[in-house]
């Protein structure tokens, strides 16, 4: 029973590491686009995936939780901010790309001068 949880705690893990790096990597990229089409391009194609892989990151809190109730109590106290950081930028990053669709652009956004 041990290693089923392992097992199934492992592959929560890499799916969000590897499911949700293309969400993080097109919300920092998003920054660098000068062109309004490319940007509305970049969330057009990462929108039917934006939160189902988050999911990943619930099981496995939820599986941590659930199997290993003496490491959840030793490791979550001690991650408390970090998690709550993370769950906060997760939070700005799906909202910010929400609203830029509502907002109006006449000229490109510029990063760097």
Partial sequence: MLMFWVTLLAISILLYVLL???????GMLLGLTSSETRRRAMLDAVAPIWDGNETWLVMGGLGIFTAFPTAFTIIFPALYFPVLAMLLGLGALVLGALLAGFAPREEPRRVAA
Avoid: E, I, K, Q
């Fill in 20 to 26: 949700d790096g293309f969400d993080l990597g097109v």
